[in-house]
């Protein structure tokens, strides 16, 4: 019991950098609070003192803010950071390692009996404000964003943001250098296809850049064979883009990564 204590303490440490030391973490963070009443009441709970567990769940919701169901299950070094309005319902089945920000809640869809809760597998980040809602998994590694609405199952190491929630794929390596190297040559530096801080917008924007992309490799091949045949078609040059007239949208870009974020700050 006292390791599992421990290893609680040391997780605030590796995920807050506001942290200070070991008294404040123990007498001034209430989610750390409502998990160890939780741990409690899950054990009251699966010894068949219902009332009693959630007696103490109440009063844990009551000191903390934070609801958790004393039958949802916990594993260990859970955070959750800052922690007022944390929802998690009975059937929730919760992974080693998960933090979760302040407003998300794990909820259910169904009034029928059996697993209407989420279940979210080890490493999983879950932003300020989300709502996972079902009987799904979010996979080892996932992040959802701030404020999304999950209804559907996250494979392990994706992104979900957005209402209802998405699916954000990486592009590789080489798609991303293709796609810097267009948004340089146009102008226009896309500030939202950061991986840290995928966005659907950022996602249709450098599709649009792919296409583009690919639109100007074709010109360049047809430019050199009708040089070839002697034409000077090509000769001309294009009109410049004024980096100015993109400014707009590139701090548009900015604001829709920032509120995609799976993180809160102070």
């Not at 160890?36 to 899950?42: G, K, T």
């Not at 000191?63 to 319902?89: C, N, S, Y």
């Not at 990486?170 to 991303?176: G, I, L, N, S, V």
């Not at 939202?192 to 850049?209: E, F, K, R």
Request: aromatic fraction near 6%.
């Amino acid at each position: 019991m006292f390791k599992g204590m421990k290893d609680d303490i040391q997780s605030v440490f590796r995920r807050d950098p506001a942290a200070r030391n070991t008294w404040e973490v123990l007498t001034c963070y209430p989610g750390l609070h409502a998990i160890w009443l939780h741990r409690i009441a899950h054990a009251l709970w699966l010894r068949g003192w219902k009332w009693l567990a959630r007696m103490v769940s109440n009063l844990g919701r009551l000191l903390t803010g934070i609801e958790i169901h004393p039958g949802a299950k916990v594993g260990q070094r859970f955070f959750i950071d800052h922690g007022m309005g944390v929802v998690i319902g009975e059937t929730a089945e919760i992974g080693n390692d998960v933090t979760l920000y302040q407003g998300v809640t794990l909820g259910g869809t169904s009034w029928n009996k059996g697993k209407r809760h989420p279940t979210l597998e080890d490493g999983v980040v879950v932003g300020a404000g989300a709502k996972v809602l079902g009987p799904f998994t979010v996979g080892a590694g996932a992040k959802i964003g701030s404020n999304a609405v999950v209804t559907k199952e996250v494979p392990a190491g994706a992104t979900a943001v957005g209402i209802p929630g998405r699916i954000i794929a990486k592009a590789t390596d080489e798609q991303a250098a293709r796609r810097q190297a267009m948004a340089e040559k146009i102008g226009f530096d896309a500030y939202g296809m950061s991986q840290d801080m995928p966005d659907p917008v950022a996602q249709a924007i450098g599709q649009l850049l792919d296409h583009m992309q690919a639109v100007d490799d074709r010109l360049q091949g047809m430019c050199k064979a009708l040089t070839a045949l002697g034409s000077d078609y090509c000769a001309k040059a294009l009109p410049e883009l004024n980096p100015e007239s993109f400014a707009g949208v590139a701090d548009v870009s900015v604001a829709e990564s920032e509120a995609a974020a799976p993180t809160s700050k102070d």
